[in-house]
Nanobody, 119 residues
Framework: QVQLVESGGGLVQAGGSLRLSCAAS????????MGWFRQAPGKEREFVAN????????YYADSVKGRFTISRDRAKNTVYLQMNRLKPEDTAIYFC????????????WGQGTQVTVSS
């Protein structure tokens, strides 16, 4: 079993920055990829970014491209999401998730961390 714990959320003014962390624990952790998702009030959960655990391949949603950066520290079993130039529409609960294989869905999820961007 894998446990994922997010941290780093909070309240920030528009234009500000936050860095989210997601620490993994449990059995030997070697996912295919890690991802960040978010869910705003009254909206569906949406993809934000992901990163291959081996290598450095990353993908971003168009809405965050150029402002957010995903990275990972394999020695710490931790994935990060650096969020710059935040906008009020980035307000959401942010979740990290792990993907065991290239064809599996995201099978482990964290509990989420709230990010609120004031205008």
């Amino acid at each position: 079993q894998v446990q994922l714990v997010e941290s780093g959320g909070g309240l920030v003014q528009a234009g500000g920055s936050l860095r989210l962390s997601c620490a993994a624990s449990g059995r030997t952790f070697s996912p295919y990829a890690m991802g960040w998702f978010r869910q705003a009030p009254g909206k569906e959960r949406e993809f934000v970014a992901n990163i291959r655990w081996s290598g450095f391949t990353t993908y971003y949603a168009d809405s965050v491209k150029g402002r957010f950066t995903i990275s990972r520290d394999r020695a710490k079993n931790t994935v990060y999401l650096q969020m710059n130039r935040l906008k009020p529409e980035d307000t959401a609960i942010y979740f990290c998730a792990s993907k065991t294989t290239s064809v599996s869905s995201y099978d482990y999820w964290g509990q989420g961390t709230q990010v609120t961007v004031s205008s």
